[in-house]
């Protein structure tokens, strides 16, 4: 089982700035994975970023990047060149890659990128 | 591709009264998920399926129940509604047990009343 922290209710970044978003996580597995899901106010859910275990390098999608540092049990997400379209809400989960790959959430970062 | 789809997407119920959320992929998935969003958190499980004809129960699955009888669809009911189960529904599903992404359906947002 994992458990998910995410201490930041809200954030605002200024627009062409960078921000990170903060993610904490405890599991007992060995084998997990951490991602990263933005959900926008029309409610869908995106996969943005995934971030194994065992992955040496932090994973990288265009703008986002997962600072994963293990031994700390953190898996930040790092938004560089902030739009206003990422203005949304941002999920961490994490999922053990030895079962089912059910996912455990946190409960959610409020991005606002100011204009 | 459609890939996930959920129906209905809105839907107001009374309490006591039975309905089913369906979810339905085509990607040949093989693993699907129901989850529960309520105000404020995350995304909670409430079942899951690795496969045709096979069900698991999540971290909150009372007051619910779940059937894939087809790999396709993973159906959601609710017996007796009731207010606490006032949320928006997703469903999810993975390729398998070597994948990782999850691809989520549009989400049903459910009032019991």
């Known amino acids: 089982a994992q458990k998910i922290t995410q201490t930041q209710p809200g954030m605002f970044v200024q627009e062409k700035e960078a921000v990170t978003l903060d993610c904490t996580y405890d599991?007992?597995?060995?084998?997990?994975?951490l991602f990263w899901y933005k959900q926008p106010s029309s409610g869908e859910m995106i996969f943005l970023i995934y971030q194994g275990s065992y992955d040496e390098q932090n994973a990288t999608e265009g703008r986002y990047s997962l600072n994963f540092q293990k031994a700390r049990k953190s898996a930040n997400l790092v938004i560089s060149a902030s739009q206003l379209g990422d203005s949304a809400m941002y999920f961490c989960a994490a999922g053990s890659l030895d079962s089912a790959r059910q996912l455990t959430f946190g409960s959610g970062t409020q991005l606002t990128v100011l204009p | 591709n459609a890939g996930v789809t959920q129906t209905p997407k809105f839907r107001v119920l009374k309490t006591g009264q039975s309905m089913t959320l369906l979810c339905a992929q085509d990607m040949n998935h093989e693993y699907m998920y129901w989850y529960r969003q309520d105000p404020g958190m995350g995304l909670r499980l409430i079942h899951y399926s690795v496969g045709e004809g096979t069900t698991a129960k999540g971290e909150v699955p009372d007051g619910y129940n779940v059937s894939r009888l087809k790999k396709q669809n993973f159906l959601l009911g609710l017996e007796s509604a009731a207010p606490s189960q006032t949320s928006v529904y997703f469903c999810a599903s993975i390729k398998d047990g070597t994948d990782t992404e999850a691809f989520f359906g549009q989400g049903t947002r459910l009032t019991v009343v």
């Open positions: 599991t007992s597995d060995q084998s997990y994975g």
